[in-house]
């Protein structure tokens, strides 16, 4: 019986132990080979099976915010304008109609003429612009105030969407640069809205960062100036544009004051900085009609191409869907001669009249460098981001710096281990291999885990394996201390060590449970990294009950099985 | 058999005074420096040292093939318009420099957009830097590169808000873990337990929290995963012992509590001593080797091995024995009452022997 139930447990351990080192050490993908033992082999086979973060590999590691508030500003905003329009179109008589965004509230506002009509405007709006219950905003009037404001729930979902959108046109940004192996996820809480970006080996993360930070938010708009053969209306101010509405220094909802810079980018990479001071002399101001006749949803491609045969300039050529094509020609066809704006990042960035009935393609011009149209071109592409993006968090690790950690990492450890190794052999003599065999087994098998899991070994993990080793080395000193205090009480030694097991295992599954525990609350509320420290955790704990536990106790099986049933002495 | 204690009996207990004595005049040095230097600020330190994961701002790690002094680029990055920039030579590797850059420095030269974002202090440093001669090519490192004096190999960005939402989650996650302890010790001891073994695993944390804030060590992400591991330690500990009160309780139902919880720490001294003292030589081997980058992780480690070690006995032995003490005087007469009316139902009596017990004066250990 006894034997029959050794035999059992040492099959279990020898499988446990060869399928775990296969994982660790093993090829994966193909079949094993003799050179696979070689340490050359050993070593690229952990350096595949082991997916080492950031920290460690060197790379790019990118935490932004989706700016979900401007988001709704824009909503407001385009809603407003949509329900004057709407009660216009009824023959129905607002005063005014506004958007208000102040802290976190968002409300359409119409003012109207006669308070007794209310309920036929707001049927008119309902019906004709996106306001209603249905789609989140919740009417209210009072007097001849008529408001919709965006419920708590729609502004999570709109917010939520928005995020996931903005991420799938990230996706589409990163890929078309091609950067290998990113990793791109929501991070963070439910409604932080915020993305996380790795893009291992990327070192200079600047040129991406530019190009995701980018909206392209494209626009085509109305310029209200009188029609050519006069040129355009322009302002020297903003003030000075606002002014010309004549509606006492407040913009109406159907019209916006954008700043229009006629010679927006020099030659060369560095646009950002030294040409501020060049563009603010040659900004000036523009008014345009709102909404745009068309967006960059229509846009169906855009490409860079150099403006002149030989020349360092370049523009972006696009093309319209078939829907903006049909908008874009009916109105081109009915104001020959008016001034059009292509309008990016709410700015003005170039200004004609129209020549002729427009279909399908457009220009945009202004003196772009090569790099900047081809950027602008893969972003218009890519479709605009719904909102701004903001950076919050960029880790930057060179490989030598990881490496660097690495090394001076596993140096500290070796040299931690050997102390430990050196002192259980000492202090506990035969049964101290005991031990050894067990701790170095607990990390083979922790190794595993964290590679059948795909989890990705940081600086915090590492963290967790040494609490896990700590608490392994613990789990044999405990067993082995409670044995000999058997002993000492005269007990015999198959006795005392079936006694020592199973006090201790006691103390040991509370020690570890309680961690376990402890370490749920860190997964279910951290991120990140303490996140990898959880697991490392829960996994290295699991591991030791088998290890700590289950294998030592074969072993000694093992021995007393060699020495018969009276034993006399015991190496501890 | 070679051992470490033989039959200690030392009344651990009986010194409980020096001990919590101890434990407070460390915790008010530490909490009182932290408050001390809130208030004051005396030459420019905080409470605490935040690194910029919890404080915002860069940190930029710079390697140079010839390390120009510290004060040549110091006035480099003063003069790209970065004045708040504070740079530290790494001490085990000689032409490496840490450039830090806090929010402060840069904020009002950048436009709105950027404010509570991450910055363009590396472009700034970059710029700076290339006074010196031309960076390595991204792809290359600095020795693969002949015509490069010096590489960035790593930045730290955090954005105030990243950063402060990361304090807030620190501190968030490390009280939901001490919760989720009391309520697991609560559940297979008594509350008590677990108030007692959370008390000294709080204690652990204040006390190597203001020894940061006393030799202002610089606190980051790692410093926390450090604090949390510690924190398992320390609970670590305290279980082993109360698994022993609890045993021992069932041994020797006429031993008062005060006596059993001595044994207990004696009989589990060995083991405290052999663990703590590997895990701590381990620490220190990190705290050695273990390179600038994990310097604030292994130095955070290192003392909280020391207190966790000393707080299990020294705090959480007393604090639950006082404790224990006073619920079992609460109840002493309706206990008694109960066991008068023979009506021993399993909690009833129980109480009742606790209370018996508790009151107990205390005698030598056994």
């Known amino acids: 019986m006894k034997k029959k139930n050794l035999l059992q447990r040492s099959i279990i351990i020898g499988i446990v132990t060869v399928v775990g080192f296969y994982i660790v050490i093993g090829p994966h993908g193909r079949r094993p080979h003799l050179s696979d033992l070689t340490p050359a082999g050993v070593k690229a086979n952990l350096?595949?099976?082991?997916?080492?973060?950031?920290?460690?590999?060197?790379?790019?590691?990118?935490?932004?915010?989706?700016?979900?508030?401007?988001?709704?500003?824009?909503?407001?905003?385009?809603?407003?304008?949509?329900?004057?329009?709407?009660?216009?179109?009824?023959?129905?008589?607002?005063?005014?109609?506004?958007?208000?965004?102040?802290?976190?509230?968002?409300?359409?506002?119409l003012q109207v003429a006669d308070p007794a009509k209310s309920q036929e405007i707001r049927d008119a709006v309902e019906k004709k612009a996106d306001l209603s219950d249905r789609v989140g905003w919740s009417f209210s009037s009072s007097g001849d105030t008529l408001s919709w404001t965006l419920t708590g729930a729609a502004q999570r979902t709109l917010a939520e969407s928005a995020t996931d959108q903005a991420m799938k046109i990230i996706e589409t940004r990163i890929n078309a640069v091609g950067v290998t192996e990113p990793t791109l996820a929501r991070h963070g809480g439910q409604n932080s809205h915020?993305?996380?970006?790795?893009?291992?080996?990327?070192?200079?993360?600047?040129?991406?960062?530019?190009?995701?930070?980018?909206?392209?938010?494209?626009?085509?708009?109305h310029v209200v100036s009188a029609p050519a053969p006069q040129s355009a209306q322009t302002y020297a101010s903003e003030a000075e544009a606002t002014a010309s509405l004549n509606s006492g220094g407040k913009i109406p909802a159907n019209?916006?004051?954008?700043?229009?810079?006629?010679?927006?980018?020099?030659?060369?990479?560095?646009?950002?900085?030294?040409?501020?001071?060049?563009?603010?002399?040659?900004?000036?101001?523009?008014?345009?009609?709102?909404?745009?006749?068309?967006?960059?949803?229509?846009?169906?491609?855009?490409?860079?191409?150099?403006?002149?045969?030989?020349?360092?300039?370049?523009?972006?050529?696009?093309?319209?869907?078939?829907?903006?094509?049909?908008?874009?020609?009916?109105?081109?066809?009915?104001?020959?001669?008016?001034?059009?704006?292509?309008?990016?990042?709410?700015?003005?960035?170039?200004?004609?009249?129209?020549?002729g009935q427009i279909f399908d393609q457009g220009q945009i011009t202004g003196r772009f460098s090569k790099q900047s149209a081809d950027d602008l071109a893969l972003t218009l592409r890519s479709g605009a981001l719904p909102a701004p993006i903001e950076y919050q968090e960029e880790r930057t690790v060179g490989p030598s710096l990881g490496a660097d950690s690495i090394r001076s990492g596993v140096r500290a450890s070796v040299l931690g281990l050997t102390l430990v190794v050196l002192f259980m052999l000492i202090y506990y003599r035969g049964s101290g291999v005991n031990a050894v065999i067990a701790l170095l087994l607990n990390m083979v098998l922790m190794m595993a885990g964290l590679i059948i899991f795909g989890a990705t070994l940081t600086l915090p993990g590492i963290a967790g394996m040494i609490l896990t080793i700590g608490m392994a080395v613990d789990s044999n000193v405990l067993i082995f201390e409670r044995i000999r205090e058997e002993l000492r009480s005269g007990k015999t030694?198959?006795?005392?060590?079936?006694?020592?097991?199973?006090?201790?295992?006691?103390?040991?599954?509370?020690?570890?449970?309680?961690?376990i525990v402890s370490s749920l609350f860190l997964y279910a509320f951290g991120a990140g990294p303490i996140r990898g420290f959880a697991v490392t955790l829960v996994l290295g704990l699991l591991v030791n009950l088998f290890s700590a536990v289950y294998v030592s106790r074969t072993i000694f099986m093992w021995l007393l099985s060699r020495k018969g049933r009276h034993v006399e002495s015991l190496s501890i | 058999m070679f051992q470490l204690f033989k039959d200690v009996k030392i009344d651990w207990l009986g010194k409980r005074r020096f001990f919590i004595g101890i434990s407070i005049v460390l915790m008010l040095a530490g909490m009182g420096t932290a408050f001390?230097?809130?208030?004051?600020?005396?030459?420019?330190?905080?409470?605490?040292?935040?690194?910029?994961?919890?404080k915002g701002g860069t940190v930029i790690t710079a390697r140079f093939k010839q390390a120009p002094s510290p004060e040549t680029i110091r006035a480099a990055i003063h003069s790209a318009g970065l004045s708040d920039a504070t740079i530290q030579p790494v001490l085990d590797k000689p032409g490496e420099f840490l450039i830090k850059v806090p929010h402060q420095g840069f904020e009002a030269s950048e436009t709105q957009e950027n404010q509570a974002g991450v910055d363009a202090a590396r472009s700034k440093v970059k710029k700076a830097l290339d006074s010196f001669g031309p960076e390595a090519e991204a792809t290359r490192s600095l020795e693969e590169d002949s015509k490069a004096t010096y590489k960035i190999e790593g930045t730290d960005a955090v954005g105030q808000v990243a950063s402060k939402q990361l304090r807030n989650q620190a501190i968030a996650v490390t009280i939901a873990a001490l919760v989720g302890m009391l309520l697991f010790i609560a559940f297979r001891f008594e509350w008590t337990y677990g108030a007692a073994a959370v008390i000294a695993v709080f204690h652990t944390v204040l006390v190597t929290l203001g020894l940061f804030s006393i030799f202002q060590i610089e606190i980051n992400l790692t410093v926390i995963a450090a604090l949390l591991t510690l924190v398992g330690f320390d609970v670590n500990d305290s279980i082993v012992i109360f698994d022993r009160i609890r045993e021992n309780r069932k041994l020797y139902r006429r031993m008062s509590l005060y006596d059993v919880t001595n044994l207990s720490i004696n009989q589990t001294l060995s083991r405290t001593v052999i663990t703590s003292g590997l895990v701590f030589l381990s620490v220190v081997a990190l705290v050695i080797l273990g390179g600038e980058t994990l310097r604030p992780f292994s130095l955070a480690l290192l003392m909280g091995i020391i207190f966790g070690t000393y707080d299990t006995i020294a705090v959480a032995g007393p604090i639950m024995v006082w404790w224990e003490k006073r619920i079992a005087a609460a109840n002493k007469v309706p206990a008694a009452n109960v066991r008068e009316n023979n009506l021993k139902s399993g909690r009833g009596a129980a109480r009742g022997d606790r209370a018996r017990d508790g009151v107990g004066k205390p005698s030598q250990a056994a």
Do not use: C
């Not at chain 1, 993305?195 to 995701?212: R, S």
């Open chain 1, 255 to 355: 019209r916006r004051v954008l700043a229009y810079s006629e010679r927006p980018e020099l030659a060369g990479q560095d646009a950002n900085a030294n040409t501020n001071a060049n563009a603010q002399a040659q900004k000036k101001w523009v008014v345009i009609e709102s909404p745009a006749i068309i967006d960059g949803a229509e846009l169906r491609s855009a490409t860079a191409s150099q403006s002149r045969a030989g020349a360092d300039e370049y523009e972006i050529d696009f093309a319209l869907k078939k829907g903006g094509a049909d908008k874009f020609g009916a109105w081109t066809g009915a104001n020959i001669n008016e001034y059009m704006g292509v309008v990016l990042e709410n700015e003005v960035r170039s200004i004609a009249y129209i020549k």
């Open chain 1, 194 to 221: 915020e993305i996380l970006l790795q893009m291992p080996g990327i070192q200079d993360p600047e040129h991406v960062k530019q190009l995701l930070g980018k909206q392209s938010h494209l626009e085509l708009v």
């Open chain 1, 47 to 109: 350096a595949q099976n082991i997916h080492l973060g950031l920290d460690l590999k060197g790379g790019s590691h990118l935490v932004m915010r989706v700016k979900v508030e401007e988001f709704f500003k824009t909503l407001t905003q385009a809603n407003a304008i949509a329900a004057q329009d709407a009660a216009k179109g009824a023959g129905l008589d607002v005063k005014e109609a506004r958007a208000e965004t102040a802290g976190g509230n968002y409300r359409v506002v």
């Open chain 2, 36 to 54: 001390y230097r809130h208030k004051f600020h005396p030459n420019g330190t905080e409470a605490f040292n935040l690194g910029v994961d919890f």
């Open chain 1, 493 to 515: 030694i198959p006795s005392a060590i079936e006694q020592g097991f199973a006090r201790a295992f006691v103390t040991i599954i509370d020690t570890h449970v309680t961690t």
